[in-house]
């Protein structure tokens, strides 16, 4: 397989994005454009409470309201058999809530009127008479014997708050690692918190429901990352044959995350649009986007390393309580790829793992599922990342030290890690060695020495993080019992133009660009000759959608087998017509020719015009494959971040000095739009550690759900970011290509801590959770003295 990577002509080219043609001539078409003749407007009538008994709900004056054409509640979805859709893990969600509410911003009613103004209208008319409950928001006293059970529904099943309790790894082997370094090396322990934050995409969900009464099709406008699944999933809740249900992804303005599981809103207007025969439009606005929809995080962990007294690490001990809100809609860890939290003894070699999560239902909105990556990788990442810091910390070792004693070494790979996860490729010395060169490491030390010594607040910190990625070998684990596979359709017309169809969608990351790269150069052509097109169900192969970095490692092999699956075909049609035998045949980019006769030879233009005029006769005319591919590993790509800040010791701010970000994620694609990704991650990695928060008071009311509260970092805030990369192809992926869309983020936070933290190890300031806003960091200085005036 190493040998064909070097083989490809055309991976590895700053090509433009194809889809910016669209986008920056305000061209792309987004849910919210599509406007089709009698077109309804669905707006949702939401829990003003946290938690709440629903005694009655009243319509009669909302269906007064000019315009307001239908009311739906959840008993009218119960006598429909449709109250609860599926969610991605073992628990159902409520469509709209029927006798009771668990969190603010839950789903009630669904208005459907003439006008969106009339629709919510309609929305302010319901009158919804709500008897108050006591609100569970802290998920430590979720556990609490006499806390109010949440979930009456799943009592025979579930009858406290917790929903279960998950372990992996060798608990004795564990604790007996732990027990020798009590005696004979150090153990060293810390709590962390991981807050509850939003994907925030630019565009909100939404959809545009269209139920054509007299061929019974039902076709969905939908904001989607997995169109295939939604449709599915669509199939299973509202009981409809698959072949007729059309899901389209159209331009998507951002996912992160967001866009993979279903929401409340698409069910309630696919029913209002079967009620009414009439297509309906449901599209959320910003603070219900915050407030309702696929948050991550929210992990209280408590970690421990346990090592010798010359900080070699052994054993690796992390115990989570995870807050998962009133809906379980995913992330129990079991499940793949819901459950990444595997990958938490991250790029160092130890010896022994367990790790136990117990999860659990509070008053706050569902999820814990994705956002870029909170397949809890994030969470894995940061947690192993901080702790590797305290531990330098606490042995009095340089962080980078310490890390390049303990990394799994380069001919270690593939690599077995303690709790069983087989890493493909790494070479983790090779990225932290670069970013310090790059940076110049040494002349920062001294640097902050001199800054100490006079007063001044500087600190550096390094993320040496190992990311988990391409969901990924369905042979091995599964969702509901589907296989995580990916897909593509490569149809050659006879002039050797391409249209490929992919079973992923793209959210903005460019698949349009880098997959028609990746068959150009399979097929020796220019990318400009590819059209690649994704998100339509009718059209499209089935596929599991974007989401885990996954598109690169499972959809993107695909791709490439798909086009070598042609290029199959294309030398059977050369041989043919060059009166050869196959074996006679050597390729060159874009071109099949007579071994030691170069000028004897057909292009791949000449083939495909051939396959529809003048096929061998053993062969089936046309020049076209499909490839589904289920990988047999997942990808394993890696970085080494070094952050330098300053701190203003009047105001607590925290200034990003410099930002140095190695990624690799094996095989370039395309190194422009990779640098995209990292920019963009890198920013959301930013964000948790400084800014956002989604907080909830007491009672369960949510503290920032506009984006006045909820800061999300603009340019202003953002730093220059300094990028580089080295290259480890993984070896299963045919073109040696690991994905990357989320590395950046999950890699980030800890880099941006550590820096603080470190900026602050002399007076002794061991952890500060995240985020660290001015407020937050200007106590800490004023406990420590260290404020100016
Ligand atoms: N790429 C490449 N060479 C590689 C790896 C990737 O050129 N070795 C290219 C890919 O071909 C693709 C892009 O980089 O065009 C990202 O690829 P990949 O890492 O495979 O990730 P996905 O395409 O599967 O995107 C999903 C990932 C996830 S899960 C989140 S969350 C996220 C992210 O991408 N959401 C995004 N990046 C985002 N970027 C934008 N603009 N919008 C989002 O919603
Ligand atoms: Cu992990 S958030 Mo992305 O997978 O859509």
Redesign the pocket.
């Known amino acids: 397989m190493a040998s064909e990577i070097h083989a490809h002509h055309g991976?590895g080219e700053p090509y433009k994005r194809k889809e910016d043609a669209r986008f920056i001539r305000g061209q792309g078409t987004y849910v919210d454009d599509v406007q089709l003749p009698g077109m309804l407007y669905g707006d949702i009538v939401r829990s003003p409470y946290a938690h709440a008994l629903i005694r009655n709900i009243d319509s009669s004056e909302a269906m007064k309201v000019p315009g307001v054409v239908a009311v739906i509640t959840g008993k009218d979805l119960e006598a429909a058999g449709l109250a609860w859709m599926p969610t991605l893990s073992a628990d159902m969600e409520a469509v709209l809530a029927v006798d009771r509410v668990l969190y603010q911003m839950q789903e009630v009613a669904f208005v459907v009127a003439t006008s969106r103004y009339a629709a919510a209208d309609g929305v302010a008319a319901v009158d919804v008479d709500y008897e108050p409950l006591p609100v569970v928001v802290d998920p430590k006293k979720a556990l609490d014997p006499e806390a109010p059970l949440l979930r009456p529904d799943k009592k025979e099943k579930q009858p406290t708050n917790q929903i279960y309790h998950w372990e992996t790894g060798d608990e004795d082997a564990t604790n007996a690692a732990f027990a020798e370094a009590e005696r004979n090396g150090v153990v060293i322990k810390q709590d962390l918190y991981i807050p509850r934050i939003h994907?925030a995409?630019i565009e909100t969900c939404g959809c545009v429901a269209n139920y054509h009464k007299a061929t019974g099709k039902l076709t969905v406008w939908l904001t989607s990352?997995a169109p295939h699944a939604h449709r599915t999933l669509f199939a299973m809740v509202a009981g409809l044959p698959e072949h007729r249900i059309r899901i389209i992804s159209p331009d998507?303005?951002?996912?992160?995350?967001?866009?993979?599981p279903i929401y409340p809103g698409y069910v309630c207007a696919v029913v209002a649009s079967v009620t009414t025969g009439k297509p309906v439009k449901w599209i959320e606005d910003r603070s219900e986007n915050i407030g309702s929809t696929g948050f991550a995080r929210d992990y209280h962990i408590h970690a421990e390393i346990a090592a010798d007294k010359d900080g070699m690490v052994n054993a690796l001990r992390v115990h989570t309580l995870a807050d998962h809100g009133a809906f379980d809609a995913a992330a129990q860890p079991t499940k793949f790829p819901a459950g990444l939290f595997h990958i938490c003894t991250g790029s160092y070699d130890f010896k022994h793992a367990f790790v136990d999560v117990d999860a659990v239902h509070t008053n706050k909105a569902p999820g814990g599922i994705?956002?870029?990556?909170s397949f809890r990788v994030t969470e894995a990442s940061y947690l192993i990342e901080r702790m590797m810091d305290t531990l330098a910390h606490d042995l009095g070792k340089d962080p980078a030290q310490l890390r390049l004693q303990n990394f799994i070494k380069p001919e270690a790979f593939p690599y077995r890690s303690a709790l069983n996860w087989t890493f493909d490729s790494g070479n983790y010395e090779g990225a932290l060695h670069l970013a310090m060169k790059n940076i110049d490491y040494e002349a920062l030390r001294q640097e902050q020495a001199e800054k100490r010594a006079r007063g001044e607040l500087m600190g550096i910190g390094i993320s040496t993080f190992t990311e988990i990625?391409?969901a990924g070998p369905g042979k091995h684990f599964d969702i509901a019992g589907i296989q995580m596979f990916d897909s593509c359709e490569v149809r050659v017309h006879p002039t050797g133009k391409v249209l490929a169809r992919i079973g992923?969608q793209?959210?903005?990351?460019?698949?349009e660009?880098?997959?028609a790269?990746?068959i150009a150069a399979e097929l020796g052509l220019s990318p400009d000759d590819v059209d690649v097109e994704h998100g339509d169900t009718d059209t499209a192969p089935y596929g599991l959608g974007?989401?885990?970095?996954?598109?690169?490692?499972?959809?993107?092999a695909a791709t490439a087998l798909a086009a070598r699956k042609v290029r199959e075909k294309a030398k059977k049609i050369a041989a043919y017509l060059l009166e050869v035998g196959e074996e006679d045949l050597e390729w060159e980019p874009g071109r099949f020719f007579v071994k030691g006769a170069p000028a004897k030879g057909k292009t791949i233009q000449d083939l495909a015009f051939a396959a529809y005029t003048n096929c061998p006769p053993y062969l089936e005319p046309g020049l076209e494959a499909v490839n589904y591919y289920d990988p047999p590993n997942l990808t394993y790509?890696f970085g080494a971040y070094i952050c330098v800040v300053d701190i203003d010791r009047g105001t607590g701010m925290v200034h990003i000095r410099r930002f140095m970000a190695v990624d690799d994620?094996?095989?370039?694609?395309?190194?422009m739009?990779?640098e995209?990704?990292i920019h963009?991650?890198l920013t959301?990695g930013l964000a948790p550690a400084m800014y956002e928060e989604l907080a909830y008071d007491a009672d369960g009311n949510i503290l920032a759900g506009n984006f006045q509260d909820y800061l999300i970092p603009t340019a202003m805030e953002t730093p220059l970011w300094e990028t580089d990369r080295t290259v480890t192809p993984s070896p299963h992926h045919p073109?040696?290509?690991?994905?990357?869309?989320?590395?950046p983020?999950v890699g980030a936070p800890q880099a941006i801590v550590n820096a603080v933290v470190d900026a602050l190890a002399h007076v002794g300031v061991r952890h500060i959770d995240m985020p660290l806003t001015p407020w937050k960091v200007w106590n800490i200085l004023k406990e420590k003295g260290l404020t100016s005036d």
């Open positions: 991976l994907p995409p990352q998507v303005g951002g996912g992160f995350g967001n866009k993979v994705a956002y870029r990556c990625v391409g992923v793209t959210q903005g990351q460019g698949h660009t880098t997959f790269q990746i974007t989401y885990a970095s996954r598109s690169t490692p499972v959809a993107g790509p994620c094996g095989t370039v694609i395309n190194p739009v990779v995209g990704q963009g991650g959301q073109i040696g290509a690991k994905g990357v869309g989320e590395s983020t």
